[in-house]
């Protein structure tokens, strides 16, 4: 089963830690992150990315097989993102993964 996906739950979180202007944060799997701003920032146009290129794909019959395999050749090719960033994205939830959990959620929308 995907994992549950709730961007305004994300949203909100994103906010909250941006309130609270931390100097760094420390992600499990990921390391640390000195710049917390621009990471919580990047995370956050990433989830708006990630969904709307699935909700396209949706649209498009495309299966959430195929949108993870077109996402992570995406993010590999992305500059600033290392094969090692995106290697351990796969094995935390992996790209297929998350495209399956967005999936759902658009289609209880």
């Known amino acids: 089963m995907p994992p ?3 961007p305004p739950a994300w949203e909100l979180s994103i ?3 941006l309130s609270l202007a931390p100097p760094l944060l420390l992600l499990a799997h990921f390391g640390p992150y ?8 990047e995370l956050r146009r990433c989830l708006r990315e990630w969904t709307d290129v699935v909700r396209a794909g949706l649209a498009a019959g495309r299966t959430p097989e195929e949108m993870g395999t077109a996402l992570r050749q995406r993010d590999a090719t992305r500059p600033g993102t290392s094969s090692e960033g995106v290697h351990r994205l796969d094995l ?5 993964m998350s495209v399956a959990g967005i ?3 658009l289609s209880r929308q």
């Not at 000195?34 to 920032?41: G, K, Q, V």
């Not at 935390?92 to 297929?96: D, F, I, K, N, R």
């Open 15 to 17: 906010d909250r830690l």
């Open 92 to 96: 935390v939830a992996g790209h297929g």
């Open 103 to 105: 999936a759902r959620y």
């Open 34 to 41: 000195t710049d917390a701003r621009a990471h919580l920032e």
């Open 4 to 6: 549950e996906f709730d």
